[in-house]
């Protein structure tokens, strides 16, 4: 495994410290372009870390090239599947036994991915 340091992680070592410390199995975060990285990185570490699987849901295919050439650069790993969907309501409730959730609270889709979420 292959990890680029970030200055600014303390956000992203305490996300991927907790989804890893409960041994998640799905974590699932949304992602658009322009979005930090850091936490997505952190969260890959986690899956990588609980054998599990890490989704990010990208609202379109310039996000997903964005996010994938990113990450690719930053962690080197086979858990992370990006989804493109329009909406997370599109993604989130064809996901079932979510572990973890991660959405930007600043986007109004987070009361709605909080309430579609079919968790474990």
Do not use: Q
């Amino acid at each position: 495994m292959k990890c680029i340091s970030y200055k600014e992680s303390s956000v992203a070592e305490y996300l991927s410290a907790t989804a890893a410390g409960w041994n998640t199995r799905l974590i699932v975060e949304t992602w658009k372009r322009g979005d930090p990285i850091a936490t997505s990185v952190g969260l890959a570490v986690a899956a990588i870390h609980t054998r599990g699987r890490h989704i990010c849901i990208v609202p379109d295919e310039e996000s997903r090239l964005e996010y994938e050439t990113v990450m690719k650069r930053a962690v080197v790993s086979e858990a992370t599947e990006i989804v493109v969907g329009d909406s997370v309501e599109d993604v989130v409730d064809r996901l079932s036994g979510v572990d973890f959730l991660v959405v930007d609270s600043k986007r109004g889709e987070y009361v709605k991915a909080l309430g579609l979420a079919n968790t474990s």
